[in-house]
Structures are given as C-alpha cells and as structure tokens.
C-alpha cells in the first residue's frame, strides 16, 4: 500500500507561481515513476508532467516551458513548480505513484 500527500494548492492571479508537493511513503513506494494530473470541472483527467526515478521527465504541450516537475529521492517527495500561471491551469491537481495510486488532490485556482 502506497499513501500520497499532497500539499501547495491554493488561489494565485495569473502570472503567478505555486509548487506543489507530493510525497509518497509506505511499501513498495520507492523507485516508480510518479506525476501529477489534472482535472477541471467537467473535463477529462490530464497528465501534466511524469518523472522517472533518475529524473528524466515528460510535460503536456500545455504546460511545457511553464512548469518544472523534480524530484527528492531520499525523501521520496516530487515538486511541481509552476510559473506563469493562467487561468486555464485552474484544475484540481492530483499527485500519481505508477504502482497505481492516486493522492487525494489539490486545488489550483489562477484568477484571471
């Protein structure tokens, strides 16, 4: 069983930046991809960005350039950074472990 906390989300005008944080502990969490997605209201859920444990990544079109996803193996946490937010990031952020499990997510509001 692999837990997710997630942390970071809030209200931020366009332009803005947040990070968000997600850390992953329990058996077995160590050593998987991991990525955060995103869902607006009455949309489908997007990956946003995925990161491999040695730190290669892969971002959406949409978020390319904007946000930058890393990683602290040691503390088995992944950090998105998002700069230059729009109104159109504004989702719920969800945190995902690759052994399948999804964090509880968190709310990203960029007010235009």
């Not at 366009?14 to 949309?43: E, F, H």
Request: hydrophobic residues 30%; charged residues 15%; positive net charge.
């Amino acid at each position: 069983q692999v837990q997710l906390v997630e942390s970071g989300g809030g209200l931020v005008q366009a332009g803005g930046s947040l990070r968000l944080s997600c850390t992953a502990s329990g058996s077995g969490s160590s050593n998987y991809d991991m990525g955060w997605y995103r869902q607006a209201p009455g949309k489908q859920r997007d990956l946003v960005a995925r990161i491999t444990p040695g730190g290669a990544t892969n971002y959406a079109d949409f978020v390319k350039g904007r946000f930058t996803l890393s990683r602290d193996n040691v503390k088995n946490t992944v950090y998105l950074q998002m700069n230059s937010l729009k109104h159109e990031d504004t989702a719920v952020y969800y945190c995902y472990h690759y052994r399948s499990y999804w964090g509880q997510g968190t709310q990203v509001t960029v007010s235009s």
